[in-house]
């Protein structure tokens, strides 16, 4: 039997090996206070690189909104492409034709009624396609009159799709349909981010005195056998991660910047995005492209589309924005009427480039509204703009990663959540959000996930000052290179989009519908909508800040 004294020199002697275990392998465990190494990522299993991008399982009420959004998302069901694949078999936008059915009751039209347009795709080969999963855009306009409408389209899945859209003014109304994918695209653009998440890498730079090494970030990090360093955000949640520097620790990062865009396609794919051939091209009508639309009768029943129940939030007419909502849109044309509407307010802006487009026509705008330099980068920020004689702090932070800036210092990499959280609020505060196309390539999980800590940060905000004006800005669609459509196309902002106004309705916020604003008006689809459109959604704005004046 082991006496008391041998009891003690074994344990002595344990303890020594685990202190010299942990001396050995210090830099291994090396973090700083809001890093954390989950070891449990680093894989070298072969296997694992099929589902390298996993998530940590949700809250149940989280879990099942999420599953709700992912089928309310979902696409038709598409067959696999050949391997050797042909553009005759696939849609084409100019054997494709629409065709206006006429007015159910008779008789002609009238302001009020709904317009319904029949879609008929077919190949290349002439043939009529038998399968519905083609991604078309349609709206109404008349350009004498400055006036357009977005249109709901209506998948048939048999070849066929209807669009609807609201008879809102007198005159000419003219048709446009333009197919932004055929299905054979969307399959690949699919693909691509199910296999293929991090095809747009991001980079970090670590630096200790003279010594700097660069390694690859993300969400979704391939498994090697390099170790981790774990940027999951503390307060949100939110993952990121970067291969370890060989020589430095994680605590050394300095900036975060895109890298290198890697994108694998089969043989042939590319020819599925080709502008002017199947990309963003305009389908011919089969008779006439418009109606002619007479005033509202009094007593009038209207003709309602049986197809689709619209919900659209505005339409042009005469150059100008009209909700069709609650809240009247104003028209703000002077520097002293938005002045006045801002006067004492403070405005965070929150999110990618096209929220900064706001911060940059606000301050093109009002001359007294003077932005500091902070010496900061034109493209990253942070930027704050103060009109001393009315009292206006303007302020624009960008979201944080995945960001795919040219270089942005580690710590301005602000998570939306956080900065809400840091915010008192009160009846002076305007809080205006915009964050969806720097998501475009990730599972639609990964923007989910972004939203629910956002939405969060909302609802605590509210909470503890329900006079704060909160204003959601929605995706826009965009002109289409085989770059941006393989990147950024406007499918993925569409089903992002989607996601963003499900999660948002029925909360006290605001909406300025970028989506509608931008396919309704005729200037020429941009990420970064054009002067007149921004001025636009500024006046949306505006009015929920200030709906008396």
Known sequence: MATLPQYCTIFILLAVLVFIFVLVNMNFLEHKVNFKLDFNRVSTDPEMHKNFCTFKPLPPLDAQEEHFLLRSIAWPMIPLLPDHLSLKQTSDPAHSTFTILPRRRGGQWHVGDQLEVIIQTYDFSGIPKNSGGDF??????????????????????NGSYTAVFPLLWEGSAEVEVTLVHPSEAITVLHRLTTEQPDRISFQSLFRSGSNSETTTCNICLRPTQQRLCNYTDLGTGEPWFCYKPKNLGCDTRITHFKGEVKQKLKANEEKLFQSGVNMKVIVPASGPASVTVLPKLEDQQEVESRIVTLRLSGYYYQGVWRALGDTAVRQFNSISAISQCLRGKVVHLYGDSTIRQWFEHLTATLPDLKEFD?????????FMALDNVNNILVTHRCHGPPIRFASVPTSELHYIANELDSLTGGPNTVVVIGIWSHFSTFPVEVYIRRLHSIRKAVL????????????????NLKALTLYEALTNSDWYSMQRDKVLRAMFTRLNVHLVD???????????????????????????VLSYICPQM
């Open 374 to 382: 902070l010496h900061n980068l034109k493209q990253v920020g942070p």
């Open 136 to 157: 078309f855009v349609a709206r109404l306009h008349n350009s004498k009159l400055g006036a357009g409408v977005g249109g709901q389209v209506v998948d048939h899945l």
């Open 460 to 475: 605590r905000l509210l909470d503890r000052e329900p006079g704060t004006v909160v204003v959601i800005r929605t995706a």
């Open 514 to 540: 970028a989506w509608e604003m931008v396919l309704a008006h005729h200037l020429p689809h941009s990420l970064h909508p054009q002067p007149p459109i921004i001025k636009d959604m500024i006046d949306v």
